[in-house]
């Protein structure tokens, strides 16, 4: 046998450790989603894992209904989720603006409960099986334990899209305006931009990455109406975390919070699904505008 | 099904409709009315809901004594609604305590409980403070799924009923119902005093401009601590009849769904009114129960209620009447 | 500001008196007597909606078919519901169908918790309680009742099947995967039980919550503790994405570790299909392809349902047959005469021969331990199972005296 670390047998910290990533692949997936909402709309967006899971069922339609296969849902879904989000900004967000932030919050607490529930009057709770796309079935040794190539590029995809975003909403001109935008909507709109659209678009964006999180979610954790509910919870805590000033910050945050979850799952096993919770009441009691965020 | 029904629901109409238009001076008579139609209910109506209904009116005001008075969103309330609920169970079941000093027991844990989650979360306002509600709450909830005394998703099952004060059967519908009616005005009667009090002038000033209230003198954290630690005693209260009620605590008390639905009543009832919570409470309830034997999805009815009371019917059912008659009871 | 809360109170009090009028005067307006109703209450849209779901309501319906749907010259009405998963619901439906429909037995209510919360119900409101859903034995141990019937198996009888052949066949050392709630526990107490009898030894568990969708990390625990068997001390649509799941991790690839699904019904492997499903060991209290009488039942079954049946489904034909013929014998639906007479006369269907039911409600019938055939020997749809051996009745279920029943014998 191997030897171990702190009494702990490698396979199954370094296991943990992975799975954890994976994990934290998705709550950086969502958090990115909501920190780029927030800062564009000052809106927590409530239906951010009804949408996820939008996006999870979107695949299966496209699947069972029209044989459309996982690569082409990665881009479809998101496209999908993202109009919808984009109606929604339209039709009911974009009424709010003026009124108090919490009606925002409240008012997407309501559409998450229509989404889902409307999903779940259709297809039960229960899972729906998404098969693993055949190019990455199966999985490799990697010594300390089995890793399936799936959830390999589970990682590498949401490093790739929360990289790009990060690199698009800091160094581009695009990015610039919309963090200008952010600061002084009435400036930008001087400036000839068309500001609500801009609104429509980030809000679209925002629900698509979380749309494009369902699809990578589909093929593990089976196509359920509940897979958001409870996740969406951890996010927030994610996102009060990191603080909502900073983009790059929800997103480490994520990686981190789930690397953490991973160890605690070896060390303390029954507190993995409390230790973000409490990391968060320590962090406001320390810093209460989050790890990266600014007191506004 | 019809003559019996139009005929009950006509009688209570009238017994508590009447005082809606019996105007100011009429108003201790009307409340006498109002208290003799909640005394009589239970003899037309299956006394399971209704006691279900008090439970959550009271819940709701609970909640509402924050949001409506201090301009705070909690997004936890379940958790001391749910965990006092827990608590009262197995001080009655595996500790054999009577009923009432359970239901104290209860609504403690809740007080601390509040206390702590006061502490954490007054630091942030608006909708960090809702956020950080929640996902304490989500904590609690997680909590309730593994101790070991909450039984998982069993919960705690078969909680005695008991005998109050060592003199009224609770096994007997109508005097529990009664019970729960007098924790109701009990609680009531609290939240009623302490929006009339000093202690709620100074929160409504907070809620209109905090840094001017600060500027008075006020050490608003305080302020804003002890509504907290009310508002989920109070929850906390209707948390622990609820499960002598209904001789169960479960995980749907902690959820965020539950906190979800306190928050629907008051705004459906009417934030900061007094009596929205309650109506607001009646409407759900009733709505749910009637969902529940038809196929509509209740989520989903429930979910659209929401928008359209945010989009358009923010004041609420007490809050719309209110405004209408606005004139004659501001004066009260 | 009184008057506000006085109208405020006032249309609370209207909306609740108008808009609930109608259930409360169901409950006045009926008289027990005058029909025999049955609920179906059991999970119709969750994990466990495959194995009872609405095949439960059919199998009851086919039961009350054979009496003409009538009894004593009064219609049998069967109704439905579902419980969510959620005891709090499964015990407030219950309740409310027993003090305000009439109900005169509730069936099925599968979720052993949520089978433990309407158990409650039914003994204080001494009502017929037919439980082929839930799995466990608790039922009728310390929390039996005199009008509760536990019909089709229980985790003692899986234990005792798939248990003990495991480790018979050298699977010595184990680890639990289970299903965090009453039922997971007691399956992984008793199977513990048959496991250390038989002389195998259990390194640990891990509890999932239910309907967990991801089994990753306990899988990983499952593989560190090096243990022979991993047994899945869970059910329905928990085993199917556990069992996938361990495929997946590779779990079974090395040859050192083997899975034991210590609940499976016949949805679960049709659901996984023969190729992840081959060559699994359980103990099923019902096959339908076991003899001519059971593939007569099933057929007509099937014709309606579209799948074959559980043993959750055919129990709950078979417990509902036996339910109206106590009926019939004892002259009245009162629910302590009912469930005297059930306990006096044998069930006789193509469920069970000669089943007896204990004095705590556990019917006593013969449970099969199967294997689950291999692609290529199966001959058809539907054709899963091989029969590896019959437990007799006595030795699968636990005698009244060793169940802890309180009840008197």
């Given at each position: ?14 296991g ?42 979107v ?23 993202g ?7 339209k039709?009911?967000?974009s009424?709010?603006?003026k009124?108090?932030?919490?009606y ?6 309501g ?6 529930g ?14 693993i ?19 390999g ?25 919309l963090?200008?935008?952010t ?60 603080g909502?000033?900073s983009?790059?910050?929800a ?11 991973g160890l ?11 230790v ?21 | ?15 508590a ?9 009429l ?36 909640f509402?004594?924050?949001?409506g ?9 379940a ?5 006092a609920?827990?608590v ?5 079941k595996?500790?054999?305590w ?12 809740a007080?601390?409980?509040?206390l ?32 070991p005394f ?41 939240i009623?005093?302490?929006?009339h009090?000093?202690f ?20 608003t ?13 109070l929850a ?10 209904f ?15 306190v ?7 009417g ?43 923010r ?11 606005g ?6 | ?7 405020g ?14 259930p409360a ?57 579902d ?31 949520v ?24 039922l ?16 003692r ?28 526990h007691?399956?992984?107490a ?6 250390k ?8 568990s ?29 059910a ?7 069992i ?20 499976i019904?016949?949805s ?15 103990t ?9 009488e ?6 007509k ?10 043993m ?13 013929k ?36 556990r ?22 199972y ?20 309180k009840?008197p014998?």
């Open positions: 046998m191997m030897g171990t670390i702190f009494g702990i047998p490698p396979q199954a910290l370094f943990q450790l992975l799975l954890g990533l994976i994990n934290g692949s998705f709550y950086a997936l969502l958090s990115l989603g909501l920190a780029v909402i927030f800062g564009m709309l000052n809106v927590i967006n409530f239906a951010h894992g009804a949408l996820y899971m939008m996006g999870a069922f695949a299966w339609l496209l699947l069972n209904q029209l044989g459309i296969g996982y690569w082409w849902a990665l881009l479809l879904a998101p496209l999908i989720v109009a919808f989000g984009a109606v929604l900004e039709t009911l967000l009424r709010l603006y009124l108090d932030h919490l925002g919050l409240l008012l997407t607490f559409l998450a409960l229509i989404v889902e409307a999903f779940r009057h259709q297809y039960g709770v229960s899972g729906q099986p998404y098969p796309p055949a190019e990455l079935s199966g999985g490799r040794n990697l010594g300390f334990m089995f890793l399936p190539n799936y959830r590029w589970v990682v590498v995809a949401s490093l790739i899209v929360c990289i790009s975003t990060w690199i698009a909403i800091e160094k581009t001109k695009l990015g610039a305006y963090r200008a935008a600061e002084n909507p009435v400036l930008v709109q001087a400036f000839g931009i068309n500001v609500p659209r801009m609104v429509t678009l980030t809000y679209a964006f925002g629900v698509a990455l979380a749309g494009l999180a369902g699809v990578l979610a589909a093929p593990i954790y089976q196509v359920s109406p509940l897979m958001g509910s409870h996740l969406i919870i951890v996010v927030f805590a994610v996102v009060v975390i990191g909502m000033g983009i790059l910050g997103v480490l945050t994520g990686y981190g919070l789930g690397l953490l979850e605690t799952k070896v060390f303390y096993p029954e507190a993995s699904n409390i973000v919770f409490v990391i968060m009441a320590v962090v406001l009691m320390v810093k209460p505008a989050g790890l990266f965020g600014r007191e506004r | 099904m019809s003559l019996h029904s139009q005929s009950s629901g006509r009688a209570s109409a009238q017994a409709g009447a005082p809606a238009t019996a105007g100011l001076t108003a201790r008579v009307g409340a006498l009315v109002v208290l003799a139609g909640l005394l009589a209910v239970p003899f037309l109506l299956y006394p399971v809901f209704l006691m279900k209904v008090l439970c959550f009116a009271l819940f709701a005001c609970a509402n004594l924050l949001i008075f201090g301009g705070l969103l909690s997004f936890g309330h958790a001391f609604f749910g965990s609920a827990y009262t169970a197995h001080a009655v595996v500790w054999g009577s009923p009432e000093l359970g239901i104290l027991l209860g609504t403690l844990a007080a601390l409980l509040g702590v989650f006061g502490i954490i979360a007054i630091r942030r306002q608006g909708i960090y403070f809702a956020m950080i509600t929640l996902a304490l709450s989500q904590m609690v909830y997680f909590l309730a799924l593994q101790l909450t039984h998982g998703e069993d919960g705690i099952q078969a909680v005695p009923r008991g005998v109050l004060f060592g003199v009224f059967d609770l096994n007997n519908p109508l005097e529990m119902y009664y019970t729960v009616l007098g924790v109701f005005l009990i609680g009531f009667f609290i009623w005093r302490a929006v009090s000093p709620g002038q100074v929160l409504k000033a907070i809620r209109e401009n905090e840094a001017r209230a600060i500027s008075l003198g006020y050490r954290d305080r302020y804003k601590l002890l509504a907290f630690v009310l508002s989920a005693t906390g209260l209707a948390g622990g009849t609820k499960a002598i009620v001789q169960l605590a479960t995980l749907t008390d902690v959820t965020w769904q539950m906190s979800g639905e928050v629907l009543m008051t705004l459906l009832g934030m900061g009114t007094l009596t929205g919570p309650v109506i607001g409470a009646a409407l759900v309830v009733t709505l749910e129960n009637y969902l529940a034997a038809t196929s509509l999805p209740v989520p989903v009815v429930i979910g659209c209620i929401f928008v359209v009371c945010v989009l358009v019917f004041r609420g059912i007490a809050g719309e009447i209110a405004a209408r008659f004139k004659q009871s501001r004066n009260v | 500001m009184i008057a506000r809360l006085l109208a109170a006032a249309l609370a009090a209207l909306t609740i008196g108008v808009m609930s009028a109608g005067m169901a409950q006045q307006g009926k008289l027990s007597g005058d029909t025999v109703k049955i609920g179906v209450l059991n999970d119709r849209s969750g994990l466990y909606a495959d194995l009872g779901g609405e095949g439960s309501a059919i199998a009851a319906r086919m039961a009350a078919e054979e009496f003409g749907n009538k009894i004593l010259g009064k219609p049998i009405e069967i109704i439905t519901a419980h969510q998963n959620k005891p709090d619901i499964g015990s407030n439906l219950a309740r409310q169908w027993i003090d305000q429909d009439g109900v005169d037995a509730i069936v099925d209510v599968p979720n052993s918790g089978a433990l919360a309407v158990q409650e119900v039914t003994k204080e409101k001494k009502k017929i309680f037919l439980m082929e859903g839930p799995a466990t034995s608790r009728t141990g310390d929390a039996c009742s005199p009008t509760g019937f536990h019909w089709a198996y229980d985790t009888a899986l234990a005792v099947g798939t248990g003990q052949a495991i480790v018979k066949e050298g699977g010595d050392s184990w680890f639990f995967i289970t299903a965090d709630y009453a039922f997971g007691q399956l992984e008793d199977t513990s039980a048959e496991v009898k038989a002389g195998g030894k259990i390194v640990g891990v509890k999932a919550p239910l309907n967990t969708a991801d089994f990753s990390s306990f899988l990983l625990q499952a593989q560190a503790s090096g243990a022979k068997i991993v047994g899945l001390a869970n329905g649509g928990d085993t199917i994405t556990s996938k799941q361990s495929s997946e991790f590779g779990l079974t690839q090395s040859g050192q570790q083997k899975l034991a699904g210590l609940l019904f016949l679960d492997v049709h659901a996984l299909g023969l190729q992840v499903a081959q060559d699994l060991v359980l099923t209290g019902f096959y339908w392809d076991r003899d001519d059971t593939r007569a039942w099933s057929k079954f099937f014709d309606r349902y579209g799948k074959m049946p559980t959750v489904q055919a129990g709950s034909y078979s417990a509902v047959r036996h339910y109206l106590a009926i019939e014998a004892a002259g009245t639906d009162d629910g302590l005469t009912v469930a005297a007479k059930m306990k006096e006369m044998p069930v006789n269907d193509m469920f069970a021969k000669n089943g007896t039911i204990l004095p705590n409600g019917m006593v019938h013969d449970m099969y331990l199967a294997r689950v055939k291999k692609p290529s020997e199966s001959k058809g749809a539907w054709d899963y091989q029969i590896l051996r019959t437990i007799p009745g006595k030795e699968a279920f636990a005698t009244f005296e060793e169940s802890g029943c009840l014998k």
